[in-house]
């Protein structure tokens, strides 16, 4: 009966054409792409639209390679800093260099995986590299033509300033910034995703060949409990307020006044005002 319903479309007028009722959700009613958890809490979970939990796993004994992370960023980000001029910003396109500069815990190269939170710790915990990896952020955005620092393209991009289509490599910065929990840099990166989204893909998501990227939008911050981090190095400041390799110092913390109680007062939830 279907061949006979085919044949009989295939001589109307104006060719070939059915439709078939698959019973699939419209792609804005279908779950959107859940980002990740680590690998290190057990979870295998792989790209696609689900999301998987489990226990955390640890490190290797002999804890990270801090020193061999630090040779080669820096070796790298002289690279990137000699192709920030008009003209060259196409070699750093053509650079091979994501797995050290902006480590993830499922790449390719395993040797430059981080593997639990205390690597994540052990290289934050490093200030020149935590502010070469900053750096190394915002020049790799600018060889795209997108200023992480004002959250918008460059106005006049030079010649090779522009997206390469590499959706791979802007998915595994995320995935790094999201991993070593860098908000500010993240959310600018996310914003040019969206961007990129609305004007050169028309709409379309991001891939690897078969394989959707598209949990970089969804990354959030803080991904874990403060009390994980504590310990940890002071966070940077936004990067409006920081130039390229300086890390400013820590905020003071803010310590809220308990607030007297007066006799024959209301009781009720506190408000805590601060003078601008």
Known sequence: LWLKSCACLATMPGGLAWSIDTGAAPASARPKAAPRPPLWYGSGAKYGRGRAAGRVKKGSPGGIEVARFKEQQAETLQLFRECCVPGRWSRLHRGHFDWWMFPIDDGSKPQWNI????????????????????????????????????????????????????????????????????????????????????????????????????????????????????????????????????RPAPEEPVVEKPVAKTEGAPTGPSVCCSSS
């Open 115 to 246: 593997t639990s939170e205390d690597d994540v710790e052990e290289l934050k915990e490093d200030p020149e590299w935590l502010a070469n990896y900053r750096e190394a952020v915002q020049l790799a955005a600018l060889a795209w033509g997108w200023d992480v620092q004002r959250n918008c393209r460059v106005e006049a991009p030079a010649d090779g300033q522009a997206w390469t289509n590499w959706d791979v490599r802007l998915a595994k910065m995320c995935r790094s910034l999201y991993l070593f929990e860098e908000k500010d840099l993240l959310d600018s990166l996310q914003a040019f995703a969206r961007d990129l989204q609305a004007k050169e893909k028309k709409g379309k998501g991001f891939f690897y060949g078969m394989i959707c990227l598209d949990e970089l939008l969804y990354f959030e911050l803080p991904r874990r409990d403060t009390e994980a981090g504590a310990g940890r190095a002071p966070r940077p400041q936004p990067l409006d307020t920081q130039p390229l390799g300086e």
